[in-house]
């Protein structure tokens, strides 16, 4: 990001200053300086923050300024594009779509005899898979054969419950609706998981690395990291069908343009949005993966390696909801991680986790603005 903003300044134009923050510190900063009259022109954070800042009337609708530039959404990937819309209007242009597929260290398979060419594709064939790849000493793991992420393996869970059938909010995004068989189905899976092939790691990343995570589920952001310090011996394939059908848990990048009085300002920084979005294939050197359709199915975007699988997933894909107070909900206290932590650790069943977990997080959602 820093070297697309360089490359921009190098064009003559608006001369823009970056400054990247952890999420928690930038909405804060967002805030505080609409409050205080001088909001930052620009800023590129995920669709499910949107909600919370368009019921503020904090954010410009995005065409008003870039239709006239000549930006047109159908070169957009369809998926990113509605998740950054509301009420019919879009507050956000997407930068980049990222999805969850499953990681994997080619070495440790081809040394329990599996042919990472050929990876799973459907829920059984997982398992098989993931109980080849686990090595236990004195009953312990100490290879996890897949580490969905411990306490909090959601990006797991979002997969299998919308795969199994269930959801965790309505499609408008109003209401918690988490509490089914489906879900409390899919949620038994992702726990018998801890039981038997996975050592429940804190830092998947890292023991990725180390060899002593065989498969982790992850995004496109590891290639770097990855290339440079594995150099070979992993791979990625396809989210498997782990119910009735393949769903890939995704997100996304997207620039957002918060209210101000000075239009020329708006009207620059709207040209800043543009060079960045047509110039993403330098995005792409992050491992993210763009979201306008020429940049996907241009030559220099293929040739790229890893980026195949990510892009076959995105048929697939189901974006997290965007929901009212999603900060809040995603807390470590929230209302959302604070009981599905209580699931997976087995402080509560899963039925009364889940009616716990709708109920408050309900409460939330119906708060007045």
Not at 23 to 49: I, Q
Not at 66 to 93: F, H, N, Q, R, S
Not at 115 to 142: S, V
Not at 188 to 214: M, P
């Amino acid at each position: 990001m820093r070297d697309m903003v360089g490359d921009h300044n190098k064009t003559g134009g608006d001369q823009v200053n970056i400054e990247i923050m952890p999420w928690v510190d930038m909405l804060a900063k967002m805030v505080a300086t609409m409050a205080a009259g001088s909001p930052l022109d620009v800023v590129l954070f995920h669709p499910v923050r949107l909600k919370q800042f368009v019921e503020q009337d904090a954010l410009f609708p995005m065409m008003d300024y870039l239709a006239p530039l000549g930006v047109k959404l159908d070169d957009y990937l369809p998926e990113p594009v509605k998740w950054c819309t509301i009420a019919g209007k879009l507050y956000a242009l997407p930068m980049d779509q990222h999805q969850w597929n499953i990681w994997l260290r080619t070495d440790i398979a081809e040394k329990a005899g599996l042919d990472p060419k050929n990876p799973p594709t459907n829920r059984t064939e997982f398992m098989q898979w993931a109980t080849k790849l686990t090595t236990k000493e004195g009953g312990n793991i100490t290879v996890g054969g897949f580490e969905p992420g411990y306490p909090y393996p959601w990006s797991l869970t979002w997969s299998a419950i919308h795969s199994n059938g269930g959801a965790v909010y309505n499609e408008d995004w109003t209401k918690c609706i988490i509490n089914s068989p489906e879900a409390a189905e899919a949620i038994e899976w992702v726990i018998s998981l801890y039981d038997n092939v996975s050592a429940k790691s804190t830092n998947v990343a890292d023991n990725f690395v180390k060899g002593v995570t065989a498969q982790q589920i992850s995004g496109p952001w590891n290639i770097p990291g990855l290339t440079n310090s594995l150099g070979k011996g992993f791979d990625v394939y396809l989210m498997p069908t782990l119910f009735k059908k393949r769903v890939v848990t995704a997100s996304a990048h997207s620039w957002a343009l918060p209210r101000q009085r000075d239009q020329s300002r708006v009207e620059a920084t709207a040209k800043f949005i543009k060079w960045m979005s047509d110039n993403s294939l330098g995005w792409a050197a992050s491992g993210q993966i763009p979201v306008k359709k020429s940049i996907i199915e241009s030559d220099a975007f293929k040739k790229l390696p890893y980026r195949k699988v990510f892009v076959d997933s995105i048929p697939h894909t189901f974006m997290w909801s965007n929901v009212r107070f999603y900060s809040e909900l995603v807390s470590p206290t929230g209302a959302e991680r604070k009981n599905f932590e209580m699931i997976i650790t087995k402080q509560v069943s899963i039925k009364e986790g889940l009616e716990r977990m709708q109920r408050e997080i309900n409460e939330v959602l119906n708060r007045p603005k």
